[in-house]
């Protein structure tokens, strides 16, 4: 599941590189406003209260990503990750284990204030196995947005307004997140970023 920025190093290009090319070009009007009703719609319907985590596999996962994104409650993941549980992220990024997850969140957190995240869509793949302790596949279409106000990724801040799109998958087994593949439109993050730095330079 590779990103853009991924796919752009595969084609031998510095994302960079390419983010600051496009850093340059206009934004279409019928871009602009879809993406203005999608910022609205999180400014909405997110909720920033701590939710109960459990039920079924779309309840839990539901739950940890409010949980983790909107209530600022990175701690689940140790609640809702097995202790060797893998993570592989965009641009590369591939992480083991509780602690080093649990940084990435909170790498992302430091980055971007007013954080506001949306699960926008869950399916869970059936098996049609009866025992609990299967392993359960899920899939979830998300939404985050956020100011670009911290060093933590991507350099000096901007106060640049930073909208993802991304897709998780996860393997769940006993009860646990033992493997995720999450992928969202880095280069475009990067795009954002370098707009901003243009009009303030």
């Known amino acids: 599941m590779p990103g853009s920025s991924s796919l752009a190093q595969q084609l031998g290009h510095d994302p960079h590189e390419v983010a600051h090319a496009w850093a340059s070009k206009p934004i279409s009007s019928r871009l602009q406003n879809w993406r203005s009703a999608e910022l609205e719609r999180l400014r909405d319907q997110v909720v920033f209260d701590r939710v109960a985590v459990g039920g079924c596999?779309?309840?839990?996962?539901?739950?940890?990503?409010?949980?983790?994104?909107?209530?600022?409650?990175?701690?689940?993941?140790?609640q809702c990750s097995a202790t060797d549980a893998r993570l592989h992220g965009v641009s590369g990024r591939e992480l083991q284990g509780q602690d080093a997850i649990a940084r990435f969140y909170t790498d992302i957190l430091g980055t971007i204030s007013?954080?506001?995240?949306?699960?926008?869509?869950?399916?869970?793949?059936s098996s049609g196995a009866v025992d609990p302790s299967?392993?359960?596949e899920l899939a979830v279409r998300w939404t985050l947005s956020g100011v670009?106000?911290?060093?933590?990724?991507?350099?000096?801040?901007?106060?640049?307004t930073l909208f993802l799109l991304g897709e998780s998958h996860y393997s769940i087994v006993d009860g646990l997140i033992v493997e995720e593949w999450n992928i969202f439109d880095e280069l475009s993050v990067l795009t954002e970023i370098y707009r901003a730095r243009n009009a303030g330079s």
């Open 57 to 78: 596999a779309d309840s839990f996962v539901r739950g940890s990503l409010q949980n983790i994104w909107n209530a600022r409650m990175v701690g689940d993941v140790y």
């Open 148 to 160: 670009h106000s911290g060093s933590a990724l991507y350099g000096s801040p901007t106060g640049a």
């Open 114 to 125: 007013d954080l506001r995240f949306s699960v926008d869509y869950s399916g869970q793949k």
């Open 134 to 136: 299967a392993k359960v």
